[in-house]
């Protein structure tokens, strides 16, 4: 997990509180996503960027926005924080984002978000 | 979302075989099939990957029959730090689906 990086690693917010999950590769891989994991659940995408410049919705993206501010780095937003949006967040990364070349996912550390 | 299918959990215990299977129902012609281990508090990490037959590395051997709607993954005699959750996430478009995935429980 070197690769990616994550901050904060863990963060308490208040009900309606914003804050931001910030996410940097040094690996130069052109896609890049986030994914939040429940409890006992896989995980669900929020959003991705394929490459510099562009971002789409996952299957979760309802109360996210997304930046990918360059190459190497993809923050996650929460505008108005709510308790179900307590989980476990990880950025990851892939060279091409195309899974038929046999691409890899690379994941971070993870963010811990509670909201009370 | 198109995802895979395999067994929610399984059990051993330290020395065995073990062997999880995953459906990909769904595959694409030119699609790699890849596991991925995931330890609590941790992000899932690569363990192996292949396209079709048998592929094997220091970790796990893969297993992929001619059809390619399945895919098996087989880890010689566990420890209990191969008590895991184990993914075979399926494709879709420029993403990857993870679903639950296996808890594999390694027993004394």
């Known amino acids: 997990n070197a690769g990616v990086t994550q901050t904060p690693k863990f963060q308490v917010l208040k009900t309606g509180q914003s804050m931001t999950l910030q996410c940097a590769q040094d690996m130069n891989h052109n896609s890049m996503y986030w994914y939040r994991q429940d409890p006992g659940m896989g995980l669900r995408l929020i959003y991705y960027?394929?490459?510099?410049?562009?971002?789409d919705k996952g299957e979760v993206p309802n109360g996210y926005n997304v930046s990918r501010l360059n190459k190497r780095e993809f923050s996650l937003r929460l505008e108005s924080a709510a308790p179900s949006q307590t989980s476990v967040y990880f950025c990851?990364?892939?060279?091409?984002?195309?899974?038929?070349?046999?691409?890899?996912?690379?994941f971070g550390e993870g963010s811990w978000l509670t909201v009370v | 979302l198109a995802k895979t299918t395999q067994p929610i959990s399984m059990d051993s215990y330290e020395g065995q075989e073990v062997n999880i299977t995953c459906s990909h129902n769904n595959i694409a012609t030119n699609d790699y099939i890849t596991w991925y281990q995931q330890f609590p508090s941790q992000g899932p990490r690569f363990i192996i990957q292949?396209?079709?037959t048998k592929v094997t590395n220091e970790v796990a051997s893969l297993f992929i029959p001619a059809d390619r709607k399945s895919s098996t993954l087989s880890l010689p005699r566990v420890s209990l730090s191969d008590t895991a959750v184990y993914y075979c996430?399926?494709?879709?478009?420029?993403?990857?689906?993870f679903g639950p995935g296996t808890r594999l429980s390694v027993l004394p």
């Open positions: 960027s394929a490459s510099e410049g562009t971002t």
């Open positions: 292949g396209y079709k």
């Open positions: 990851a990364i892939s060279e091409t984002g195309d899974p038929s070349s046999g691409n890899t996912i690379y």
């Open positions: 996430p399926d494709n879709y478009g420029q993403n990857f689906v």
